[in-house]
Every structure is written in C-alpha cells, then in structure tokens.
Nanobody, 122 residues
Framework: QVQLVESGGGLVQAGGSLRLSCTASGSGFSIVTMGWYRQAPGKQRELVARITSGGSTNYTDSVKGRFTISRDNAKKTVYLQSNSLKLEDTAVYYC????????????????WGQGTQVTVSS
C-alpha cells in the first residue's frame, strides 16, 4: 500500500511564500512521476506542476516563473515552492503520485494525498 502525507499549507499574504511537502510511504512500488494539483472553490481540479523520475518538469501557465517543483528521490518526497503568491493561488492542493506497483509492469496507478489548504489573503 502507498500513502501520501502532505504538509505546509496555511494562510499567507499575497506576495508571500509557500513551501509544500509530500512524502510517499509504503513499499512495493516504483515512482514514475510526482506532482501537485489544486482545486479552487467553484473550479475543477487542475495540474499545478509535476516532475518525472528523470527530473523533467511541467508547470501550468498560471504558475510558470513563480512556482518551483523539486524532489528528493531518496526520501520519496516532492516539494512545491513559491515566493510570490497571488490571491488566485488560493485552493486545496493535492499531492499526486503515479507509480508502478511491483510485479505489475506496465501497469501504473495514481495515488492522491488528502489535500492541504492554501489561503492567500490581500
């Protein structure tokens, strides 16, 4: 089984900083990608950023230049950082893991964290 634990959400002023962490625990899987999605009130869940096992990154246009995604492979942890939050960044942020369970190649599964609230105030 796989479990994702998120931390770092909270209330931040516009222009302030954010650092979210997500750690995958469990056994019997190999990570393909890790990333972050978010869902704002009245909106559908959207991709914020993802990073592959090879280190390639992808960002949604609204956060390019403001957010940075990184990972620590040894710790199975992904980070999302920003030093220039905007009001529209307010959302519940969800960690996503795409992994290959042991012995199931080429099958992949997606796992989700419980979500962490980020509220940006003016």
């Amino acid at each position: 089984q796989v479990q994702l634990v998120e931390s770092g959400g909270g209330l931040v002023q516009a222009g302030g900083s954010l650092r979210l962490s997500c750690t995958a625990s469990g056994s019997g899987f190999s990570i393909v990608t890790m990333g972050w999605y978010r869902q704002a009130p009245g909106k559908q869940r959207e991709l914020v950023a993802r990073i592959t096992s090879g280190g390639s990154t992808n960002y949604t246009d609204s956060v390019k230049g403001r957010f940075t995604i990184s990972r620590d492979n040894a710790k199975k942890t992904v980070y999302l950082q920003s030093n220039s939050l905007k009001l529209e960044d307010t959302a519940v942020y969800y960690c996503n893991l795409r992994a290959v369970p042991s012995g199931t190649w080429p099958r992949t599964l997606d796992y989700w964290g419980q979500g962490t609230q980020v509220t940006v105030s003016s």
